[in-house]
């Protein structure tokens, strides 16, 4: 059965500072997709990544950073020099499958606040 | 792209009352899925259609759920006779196609249903 787990529920932070958001997933497919959405105090889910099972390679988009390790089961996102507007509900998520399953599994969520 | 609308942004409704929510997706955009997301939880799956065919449906959408996209434009949700445990915020999220894992999806504000 494929989970996800982020075992942070909230992290505080002050602005500037570095912040590592966790996220575990189990799957028994070889084939399977990763995500991370993020949830503004508005509640629009907003993506970030998408990751395939088959690319390990880490990738960096601006402040953000994602490390994808197999061996260990995870996928962890990474915010350099955190600003106040970075403050939602991060989600971690996982489809299955080849060509990835149309349902998402999402984890419960990490919430960030970031304080001025 | 005027994003993914959702009427209406809130419901109170008493318990045994029938709700209705509406979608309308990003123009063109031929998939569309309803999740669920309780308090402190990550969204749940209900259901997706390809422009109309239902294709799939979570065993969480139980009998007193149904959820139609008649014109493979906008979609409804339907549950009848509410319980308690209805109260959620119920999301819509549509994709040009191909699944979650080629197409990112592209979610809305959400309708929170409160039922008293």
């Known amino acids: 059965a494929q989970k996800v787990t982020q075992a942070q529920t909230e992290i505080s932070v002050v602005e500037k500072e570095d912040v590592t958001l966790d996220c575990v997933y189990e799957?028994?497919?070889?084939?399977?997709?990763l995500f991370w959405y993020k949830q503004p105090p508005s509640g629009e889910l907003v993506f970030l990544i998408r990751?395939?099972?088959?690319?390990?390679q880490n990738e960096i988009s601006g402040r953000y950073s994602w490390n994808f390790q197999k061996s260990t089961s995870s996928f962890n996102f990474t915010i350099t020099a955190s600003q106040v507007v970075d403050s939602a509900v991060y989600f971690c998520?996982?489809?299955?499958?080849?060509?990835?399953?149309?349902?998402?599994?999402f984890g419960k969520g990490t919430k960030l606040t970031v304080n001025p | 792209d005027t994003g993914v609308s959702q009427n209406p942004r809130h419901k109170i409704t008493k318990r045994g009352q029938n709700v209705t929510f509406r979608c309308d997706p990003i123009s063109e955009h031929n998939r569309l899925y309803w999740y669920r997301q309780t308090l402190g939880q990550g969204p749940e799956f209900l259901t997706y259609?390809?422009?109309?065919?239902?294709?799939?449906k979570s065993r969480l959408l139980s009998d007193r759920f149904s959820a139609e996209r008649p014109k493979g434009s906008f979609s409804t949700l339907e549950i009848q006779r509410t319980e308690q445990g209805d109260s959620a915020m119920y999301l819509c999220?549509?994709?040009?196609?191909?699944?979650?894992?080629?197409?990112?999806?592209?979610f809305g504000n959400g309708t929170r249903l409160t039922v008293t």
């Open positions: 259609f390809q422009n109309e065919a239902q294709l799939e």
């Open positions: 999220a549509s994709s040009p196609g191909g699944g979650p894992s080629y197409s990112p999806l592209h």
């Open positions: 799957t028994r497919d070889t084939t399977y997709y």
């Open positions: 998520a996982l489809s299955e499958g080849e060509g990835g399953s149309e349902k998402l599994v």
């Open positions: 990751r395939n099972s088959f690319d390990e």
